[in-house]
């Protein structure tokens, strides 16, 4: 089992950056994939970015291309999110979660096995 612990969330304007770090322990973390999600009020958690346990490959969602970053530190079991040009509509609770069976790049929540408690995000116009 892996524990996991966001965060560097806050309030940003428009236009603004915010790093977020999630922080792992437990098991080796370089055996796990790792996603970022987030999830608005009414609405449904939704992929963000996830890394493979190597490093060498990221995906995003469409709405975090060319504006977030994926990264991950395999010696500081810690993986993060670079999030540049901020909009109102990223306002969220930011998840990390950690894919036990990495056989690909996964995108849906339920595919993933650990997570953390989130870390508000939120953006004002």
Known sequence: QVQ???SGGGLVQ?????????AASGRTFSNYAMGWFRQAPGKEREFVAVISRSGGST?????AKGRFTISRDNAKNT???QMN???????AVYY????RAPLYLKKAAYEYD?????T???VSS
């Open 79 to 81: 993986v993060y999110l």
């Open 59 to 63: 995906s995003y969602a469409d709405s």
């Open 96 to 99: 990390c979660a950690a894919d």
């Open 114 to 118: 650990y997570w953390g408690q989130g």
């Open 85 to 91: 040009s901020l909009k109102p509509e990223d306002t």
């Open 4 to 6: 996991l612990v966001e």
């Open 14 to 22: 428009a236009g603004g950056s915010l790093r977020l770090s999630c």
């Open 120 to 122: 508000q995000v939120t």
